[in-house]
């Protein structure tokens, strides 16, 4: 980094390169700074719930190394066997168990970082508080390796949860769903995930399903529930007693390989899609709970009216909706797709949303940021950068416009 701020080349952190937004990409070219071999788990403190990672180790061998200690790392996106934890934490991923346990940024406690002009700082800490000076540790979680590259993490950990259970709830609609799921928070319930598959998605993964689909199926949603094995039977049956009302169908899968199943078929949901049509133009809005069912509605709408097919799928949980635009780019122009986005994103913010809920702005989003931000705090983003990185080195050409 101090060579690159003597010559001024620009520098791309890299992780394994998934990130859907075109954010580890070198458009303005420069050198790709791959990560992926500073992949040492440092430590697992069972004592303090804390360990310290390299940023090159991928989610899924973490959390599968956490496990066998008898700890928990929740974040857990549908990507986190192929992922890494610095990937993560540049973009402060989000996952199904957001619901219950939060996203990226609430497990970062601490971070080394290798600044723009070769310096190397720590910040945040090991232990569960602290609060001296500002917060950098939020400020790096989800900066897309604009600010600084991160070469260590200090995590926080939980306790496993002694029993999960996975119910399996199928709707007619997208909006049946919603309402189901808004009336379990209403009910007092809490599932770990609550995560929503529309028609055109279960008709991609249909094949990797337990059980055929019951006829006029408009939409799927995979309820978990988690914590000793007493609460989650209780929650079990709660759930299915509030969603009797709203369902065509419930199963429950408490046994370790159906669990599986169901979610590997849900992990399934971005390739099957790809495979349905050659392109497609992926968001990950964000809604208000109570406004989801209605956007879920407007937005079907929308596409139709487009006769463009858009799948909706994700974590309903915290509201947080990916609207996938499929389209065949020999019959279907650019354009039409780019107004029908367009006109989705406004949706978003007119309903108090937000255009990005994980996966970050990089350069596919950018041109949208001013609509959700106002110019003073444009500004102010912008500024913070310019303090960061003076010369502009770290991953040029993102985040903003
Ligand atoms: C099938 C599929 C499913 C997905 N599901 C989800 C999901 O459920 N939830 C979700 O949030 N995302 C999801 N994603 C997106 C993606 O996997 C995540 O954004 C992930 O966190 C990226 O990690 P990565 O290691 O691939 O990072 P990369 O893609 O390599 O990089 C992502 C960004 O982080 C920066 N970066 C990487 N490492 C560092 C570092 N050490 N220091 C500084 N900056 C760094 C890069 O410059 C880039 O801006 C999915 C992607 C795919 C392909």
Request: charged share 25%; with cysteine; glycine share 10%.
């Amino acid at each position: 980094m101090a060579l690159a701020n003597e010559e001024g080349f620009p520098v791309v952190p890299r992780g394994a390169g998934t990130a859907t937004t075109g954010a580890p990409l070198a458009a303005k070219g420069g050198l790709v700074l791959s990560l992926l071999r500073l992949n040492r788990i440092l430590e697992i403190n069972t004592e303090d719930l804390v360990a310290v990672v390299e940023p090159g180790v991928f989610n899924g061998i973490f959390k599968s190394e956490v496990e066998k200690r008898g700890l928990f790392y929740p974040p857990d996106p549908a990507s986190y066997e192929f992922s890494t934890l610095g990937g993560n934490v540049a973009t402060c991923a989000g996952g199904p168990k957001g619901l219950k346990y939060g996203v990226t940024k609430d497990y970062v406690l601490g971070l080394e970082v290798v600044l723009a002009g070769g310096e190397v700082i720590f910040c945040g800490r090991r232990t569960m508080k602290g609060v001296v000076g500002y917060d950098l540790v939020h400020l790096f979680c989800g900066s897309e390796g604009t600010l600084g590259i991160i070469t260590k993490i200090i995590l926080k950990l939980l306790p496993k949860p002694k029993a999960s259970a996975t119910l399996a709830a199928y709707f007619q609609s997208v909006e049946k769903a919603a309402q189901g799921f808004l009336e379990l928070i209403k009910e007092g319930l809490l599932p770990a995930t609550a995560e929503l598959l529309d028609e055109v998605t279960l008709e991609a993964i249909k094949g990797f399903l337990n059980s055929a689909l019951p006829s006029s199926t408009g939409a799927l949603v995979l309820f978990e529930f988690d914590g000793g094995l007493k609460q989650v039977e209780e929650d079990l049956w709660a759930g299915r007693e509030v969603l009797k009302d709203f369902a065509l169908k419930i199963e429950a899968a408490q046994e370790a390989t159906l669990r599986e199943k169901l979610w590997k078929a849900r992990r399934q949901v971005s390739p099957a899609l790809k495979k349905l049509y050659p392109a497609k133009v992926a968001d990950d809005v964000v809604l208000p709970r109570r406004l989801v069912p209605r956007f879920l509605k407007e937005t079907k709408k929308l596409a139709q009216s487009y006769k463009i097919t858009v799948a909706c799928f994700g974590h309903l949980g915290d509201g947080n909706i990916h609207v996938n635009i499929l389209f065949d780019p020999q019959i279907t122009p650019y354009d039409k797709v780019e107004n029908l986005r367009a006109e989705i994103l406004g949706k978003v913010l007119n309903f108090a949303g937000t255009i990005s809920g994980e996966h970050g702005i990089g350069l596919t989003k950018k041109g949208y940021l001013p609509q959700e931000l106002s110019p003073a705090l444009l500004s102010l983003q912008k500024s913070l950068k310019k303090v960061f990185d003076p010369k502009g080195i770290l991953n040029p050409g993102k985040v903003f416009p």
